[in-house]
């Protein structure tokens, strides 16, 4: 038998069970009985989750075997070594394995609940049995077979966060073929520079959906994108607006074939599942192309079903008896991470609308009504709703809700209090930390870890996860950048058109050869818990002294009288160094000298004199992406004398009008002219 191969024997999952809202004990978590397994199957004791998280990061073969058995994949597929070759990039994961991500998502099903529940801005919840999602998925799947799609080629979609979207990725994942969407909230500009180098086959694409109380017709862009993909030679329309999907063609090419959704999501086919190898491509998720063409992230159908359902079972501790929400599009990737709840048995609940439709409680109305007990939000959302002064916890029933999941930047620390006396006081907060990268968590929360105001609880299981130095030594309690020093099953296979892994390797392995460095600037205290301060290249670097942006916006954006800031810390020709403070006032305030001297003062006594920026501005809103980061880099980009256009792509972010704005800034002299005194 190979090293690191597991003895084969038949995972008994006796997971615990629990219904309602209310925070899960550690006595009765995911991961609590995951020990008990370990102890029972492999004669393994952890004393406390760090004692559990070194094991996982330093016998690698034996932890991942543990999660393969433990989630009963060992009666799917046998394999020859857990961890062939330990090499990053390019590490050899369950050698010999085969399985299907559809297949696996689908074999938890149970008539007793529902697979999805989707909700829109208008209508009732709609709620499709496994049942019926297994049926279409195994129609479409077929459908796509009849299309001529197989192995090696691409299916596309333009698509809302709706079940048509889950059933065509599961279906395209069954036929072995490999899966990409972008959201119609997207610009063509943006999709094509995506799908341009996916070359898909087949295009899925919804005729509109809706948003903040609009309708927005999505046809013409469809064909728009038609004209502009000649690999794509199948269109199938998806009505979601004008019951016409049926009708005209959308398209004036010739050689595109156009079907309605009912004609392959109605067909009465077999579900038939190809069995591709643990590193066959699954999907291809797209860098946010602020800084420069989108990078194509290719994930095999192993690594993500063994990463989430590590990640989602042991970390965010998803049962089957849950109905997960994360308010998302399909551009983002919680949005993947959201549909493998299906991994574990889990209802999902899809949401196609605004999270501040009819107000700023829209996604917590969105639970109330679907009885949602684990929702995931950006920290964006969390701290609008703190602003607006919002009461959920008064104003809705949320008695279900037992988790609240936070990520896409850091959050205030008010915010974090506003969750737990306003929101969801039963609840627990977990922040969480990783990327699209990786499509998964590399720091989070445990149920075995104490909560931390400002932090995230610890590293995830089975990540090797440190904080370096420039010099790359190791540091403890002081910041550093954010490395990963062995490999994850669910690392990309490679990027698009990266043939000789160019690309691959100084994305994320030119600071420090055959370690990952991810790019966020973060501390590890010495119990494990990691604070988060922005993207690394992004730091503030002033006077030698280095600082991430998000320490600055937790000290001014706790201010009442500012609604947004956007802080860029900006080397400059000849050797100089900006760092200008661009920041919103909150509705009904206007910027002025007092409100200047409440955000140098707060600085000063709050963080840093040193770090108080040479120049605050006035801005009509901070441009982000549009999952909700601030633009930091392009911004950054744009002040050093890059053109926008060079930067970002208009229709992958949010007020792209403002990016000429901040052109006209860098091209103004005046640098300190306006600073305030240090």
């Not at 930091?632 to 926008?644: H, M, N, S, T």
Request: net charge negative; with cysteine; charged share 20%.
């Amino acid at each position: 038998m190979a090293a690191g191969r597991a003895a084969p024997r038949r995972a008994r999952l006796s997971r615990p069970h629990r219904t309602g809202g209310g925070e899960v004990t550690a006595a009765d978590s995911n991961i609590a009985d995951f020990q008990a397994w370990l102890r029972r199957e492999r004669g393994l004791a952890h004393a406390d989750y760090a004692a559990l998280w070194r094991w996982s990061t330093d016998d690698l073969p034996a932890f991942w075997s543990a999660v393969w058995e433990y989630y009963g994949l060992d009666r799917v597929s046998p394999y020859e070594e857990v961890l062939a070759d330990a090499t990053m990039p390019g590490a050899s994961w369950f050698t010999g394995a085969h399985l299907n991500f559809a297949r696996q998502c689908l074999t938890r099903s149970d008539a007793t609940r529902p697979a999805v529940i989707a909700v829109s801005e208008t209508g009732a919840p709609e709620h499709l049995s496994w049942e019926r999602l297994r049926a279409e998925v195994a129609g479409v799947a077929a459908g796509l077979r009849d299309l001529g799609v197989g192995p090696g080629d691409c299916v596309a979609g333009y698509l809302p966060n709706v079940p048509h979207a889950v059933v065509a990725l599961l279906a395209t994942a069954a036929v072995g073929a490999t899966w990409t969407v972008c959201s119609p909230d997207f610009g063509t500009a943006g999709v094509l520079d995506r799908l341009r180098q996916a070359a898909p086959k087949v295009l899925f694409s919804a005729d509109g959906y809706r948003h903040g109380g609009k309708e927005y017709d999505r046809r013409p862009q469809t064909a728009e994108l038609l004209a502009g993909l000649p690999t794509v030679r199948h269109l199938v329309a998806v009505d979601r607006l004008h019951r016409s999907a049926a009708g005209p063609a959308w398209s004036d090419r010739k050689d595109v074939t156009q079907h309605p959704w009912p004609a392959l999501a109605g067909r009465d086919a077999p579900l038939v599942f190809a069995d591709v190898p643990f590193d066959h491509p699954l999907w291809i998720l797209w860098s946010s192309g602020t800084t420069g063409v989108p990078k194509g992230i290719v994930h095999g159908h192993g690594g993500i079903v063994v990463e989430l359902l590590k990640a989602l079972g042991l970390g965010v501790g998803l049962r089957p008896d849950d109905r997960y929400l994360f308010h998302t599009s399909t551009s983002w990737m919680v949005w993947n991470f959201m549909v493998a709840g299906l991994l574990h048995g889990s209802t999902i609940v899809l949401y196609d609308g605004s999270p501040t439709h009819p107000d700023v409680d829209g996604v917590w109305r969105i639970a109330e009504r679907t009885g949602a007990t684990v929702v995931g939000v950006g920290a964006a959302y969390l701290t609008a709703g703190e602003k607006a002064g919002a009461h959920p916890a008064c104003d809705l029933g949320l008695g279900a809700l037992r988790t609240v999941l936070q990520t896409g930047s850091a959050m205030p620390d008010s915010t974090w209090h506003w969750v737990r006396d306003r929101l969801a006081p039963g609840a627990r907060l977990q922040s969480i930390c990783g990327g699209t990268d990786i499509c998964s968590v590399l720091a989070g929360d445990s149920a075995l870890l104490p909560e931390h105001t400002g932090r995230l609880s610890g590293p995830a299981l089975g990540v090797a996860l440190d904080a370096w130095d420039p010099d790359g030594r190791p540091v403890v309690g002081e910041q550093g950048e954010l490395v990963v020093t062995a490999p994850l099953p669910s690392m990309p296979l490679h990027f698009l058109g990266d043939t000789d892994h160019r690309r691959y390797r100084a994305g994320y392995f030119d600071v420090y050869p055959g370690v990952w460095r991810h790019g966020d600037w973060i501390t590890l205290h010495p119990d494990l818990s990691v604070e988060v301060a922005g993207r690394s290249d992004a730091t503030l670097n002033r006077m030698g002294v280095r600082m991430g942006s998000a320490d600055l916006y937790a000290v001014v954006e706790r201010l009442p009288r500012v609604a947004d800031s956007l802080v860029i810390g900006a080397e400059l020709p000849g050797g100089g160094y900006a760092m200008p403070l661009f920041v919103v006032p909150a509705p009904g305030e206007s910027f002025d000298d007092d409100l200047r001297d409440e955000i140098v003062a707060a600085i000063r006594r709050h963080l840093s004199p040193r770090h108080v920026p040479d120049v605050i501005v006035p801005v009509e809103a901070v441009p982000r992406t549009l999952t909700g980061k601030k633009l930091e880099v392009p911004v950054k980009r744009i002040l050093q004398g890059a053109r926008a256009a060079d930067v970002v792509a208009e229709g992958t972010v949010t007020r792209p009008d403002l990016l000429p704005w901040f052109a006209e800034f860098a091209a103004r002299s005046g640098y300190g002219t306006r600073a305030t005194p240090t």
